[in-house]
């Protein structure tokens, strides 16, 4: 069967936006040859995605200055334009930046926009970055333009259909990642040179993703040295060097359970992968704000990959997090605080001793929360374009 092409542009490089790696294998297994245009990744490492994917970079957009960026930005524009050549069948993209890229070089080209970032247009926060904000505007009122919209939960896409004035309900695409059941021979061997030998017979407590006050990491500190379980073990990565980050240290060297909780900084998404695979509870404690539209709508790429790892999630109460807590997949705390975290933890602890745990969340993964699964419309979509 002769493969089509279709071409992926995110700002975000997918070490740091996953959903994009499982969106890019799925349609490879339908048959498609991928192009995945981006920027640089933080921690560049190679990491094999399989045959007729193509990972490509134009830069690094991190940490440059804003003449830099606008240069990167038309440079990835430039090259957008030129994989045009290759006639994809389809450009998909996954944020505002790249959703406008994908418009001004599609042809006639069909433009997907699966919008895993979401924010609003608001003029009292304007000034603070006035390209992005005026970015998040342009996509709202150019979204009609797309051929299929799709956001990674229900309450964004009913947002965002009120908020764009749209026709139809947007898709809902969960954050969800790719299933294979080719394991990753090395992944127990990468584990042990990154984790002490004395961790390995505990439970451990894994959170993977940023560190700062959004995602409660003091909180959750402070909890797993309240709940004080001796079979267990915290750990925690993308620790970096700010205020932040520096009190997250400051907290582990003076908590009672410091020998059993490990920081780390940015690591490849091999080593992350691997923590994953040998983990036993992964941790989700993002913060919903009243006054803040993208957090009452939180859509997490974590459980995605936790749950494709059998990972038992520790989570905050939400409307996102509560399917998992009635499937028996998930501990939820009711609040942020120490206490009732503290008490998800010794929940999740428990829940992790039975074995079961794992054939309830494989069996929920295969059945409904893979990218296979919920990729279905885009992949209807694309099929409907050869007829």
Request: glycine share 4%; net charge positive; proline share 5%.
């Amino acid at each position: 069967m002769n493969r089509k092409n279709i071409l992926l542009l995110t700002l975000v490089h997918p070490d740091f936006l996953p959903p994009v790696y499982a969106v890019a294998q799925s349609l490879r297994d339908e048959h498609y040859n991928i192009h995945i245009l981006t920027f640089d990744s933080f921690v560049p490492a190679q990491y094999d995605l399989g045959p007729n994917i193509v990972l490509e970079s134009v830069g690094k957009h991190y940490d440059a200055s804003t003449i830099e960026r606008l240069k990167l930005r038309n440079k990835f524009k430039q090259r957008a334009n030129e994989l045009m050549k290759d006639d994809p069948v389809s450009v998909i993209s996954f944020c505002p930046f790249s959703f406008h890229c994908g418009l001004k070089v599609k042809g006639n080209k069909p433009v997907i926009y699966i919008a895993l970032e979401i924010a609003d247009f608001s003029l009292s926060v304007f000034l603070k970055s006035p390209l992005s904000n005026y970015r998040n505007l342009s996509a709202f009122k150019n979204l009609h333009k797309a051929a299929l919209v799709a956001t990674p939960s229900i309450q964004r896409s009913a947002w965002l259909a009120g908020r764009c004035h749209l026709d139809q309900m947007p898709e809902t695409i969960l954050n969800t990642s790719y299933i294979t059941d080719n394991e990753d021979p090395e992944s127990y061997r990468v584990f042990t040179e990154i984790v002490p030998a004395e961790f390995l017979d505990k439970k451990i407590i894994l959170y993977t993703g940023a560190v700062n006050t959004e995602h409660c990491i003091i909180e959750l500190i402070d909890a797993f040295d309240l709940a004080n379980d001796p079979q267990s073990a915290l750990m925690i990565t993308g620790v970096k060097d700010n205020p932040y980050c520096n009190q997250v240290r400051d907290l582990v060297a003076a908590s009672r359970s410091k020998d059993r909780i490990l920081l780390f900084p940015y690591i490849t998404r091999q080593q992350m992968l691997s923590l994953q695979a040998n983990a036993h509870i992964g941790v989700c404690l993002e913060k919903e704000y009243e006054n803040n539209v993208r957090s009452k709508m939180i859509a997490p790429n974590k459980t995605g990959e936790y749950m494709s790892k059998n990972l038992y999630i520790l989570g905050l109460v939400s409307e996102y997090m509560r399917p998992f807590e009635m499937k028996g997949i998930a501990s939820l705390a009711e609040t942020a605080t120490k206490e009732d975290i503290s008490i998800a933890i010794l929940d999740s602890i428990k829940a992790v001793s039975k074995e079961a745990y794992k054939v309830t969340i494989k069996n929920f993964v295969k059945d409904y929360f893979s990218m296979q699964y919920q990729l279905k419309p885009v992949i209807k979509f694309l099929k409907g374009l050869s007829k």
